[in-house]
């Protein structure tokens, strides 16, 4: 304890404090360098605030190194203070090679601003997002389809880049899908990963389209590498989802004139109060059973459910 103690004091005591100070202010260069300080620490996050607190700290380190070299004349100062600025120099290399391997084309780029970002989606993320689908972006020509009821099989999952898709069944329209919208979220939602299916709507060109399409064997390869990639498509998916299923919504009517609300499984009774209790449980039984794509019973104007 008496080592410990008599260490402890050495350390503390080893230099006289101070009972003067120094009149003049150190010169503009040291001044410079706590502005370059203070400010760097007020970066953000993400590769631009990395390269923002580095550029800013690596300069007040420098500034520190000059002012040492120049003023204090004390050489383990100066030499601190330059080997920070070379780590700070070299981290700020490094990100700045980051950023660059993680450069997208324009349309990525604003796919990533519009829909990724606001998120909190790195671009480290995005860029195994972007890999996923080989970076590459599909022209779908007016009046092109993409799918075909009862055709196309199910092998892939695209989101509308720009342009208008229209969705029929049967030669009735149900709905538009519009940029930053999947195609064909339902489809997909409605398959295990190892099941197969084909389409049961039609989706045809309005105008120009461009769009990007992850095959779903690739697809699903990533989510087992990355379960945030996973959680975040089926986030995505299952609010497209919901999108569609609103907007078909507002086309729903029943013959009376009632509008038909989703969000009640009992809309029948609430819709036709004058039907007997025995044909009202006929009409529910039937909504239940039908396939969701079909028309249900006694709805007119009635686009369709999403799920196949």
């Not at 309005?206 to 996973?230: N, Q």
Request: with cysteine; glycine share 6%.
């Amino acid at each position: 304890m008496g080592e410990n103690a008599s260490f402890w004091e050495s350390l503390i005591y080893a230099h006289p404090t101070c009972t003067t100070w120094k009149q003049e202010a150190e010169g503009s260069i040291y001044h410079l360098a706590s502005i370059f300080f203070v400010v760097g620490f007020m970066g953000g996050s993400g590769f631009f605030g990395l390269l923002y607190v580095f550029s800013l700290l690596g300069l007040g380190f420098l500034c520190s190194s000059v002012w040492a070299w120049l003023d204090v004349c004390a050489a383990d100062i100066f030499s601190w203070n330059f080997v920070l600025f070379a780590i700070c120099f070299v981290q700020f290399v490094y990100v700045t090679y980051q950023v660059r391997s993680v450069a997208f084309d324009r349309e990525f780029q604003e796919l990533y601003s519009a829909l990724f970002q606001p998120l909190g989606i790195s671009l480290t993320v995005y860029r195994k997002i972007v890999l996923c689908c080989d970076a590459e972006v599909i022209t779908l020509e007016k009046e092109h389809c993409y799918a075909m009821q009862g055709k196309t099989p199910i092998d892939k999952l695209s989101l509308l880049v720009s342009g208008r898709i229209r969705v029929t069944v049967d030669g009735e329209f149900l709905h538009y899908i519009f940029p930053l919208q999947f195609l064909d979220s339902p489809e997909w939602d409605s398959l295990r990963p190892t099941e197969e299916g084909i389409f049961q709507v039609t989706l045809t060109a309005e105008t120009d389209c461009r769009y990007v399409a992850w095959r779903r064997k690739k697809l699903y390869l990533l989510f087992a590498k990355h379960r945030f990639i996973s959680r975040l498509f089926s986030i995505l998916i299952g609010s497209d989802i919901a999108e569609k299923l609103y907007a078909l919504n507002d086309r729903v009517h029943v013959a009376q004139g009632f509008r038909y609300d989703i969000r009640l499984p009992n809309f029948y009774h609430v819709a036709l109060p004058e039907s007997p209790p025995g044909q009202r449980a006929h009409h529910s039984h039937h909504l239940q059973r039908g396939s969701p794509r079909r028309k249900p019973a006694g709805v007119t104007n009635c686009g369709s459910f999403l799920a196949p």
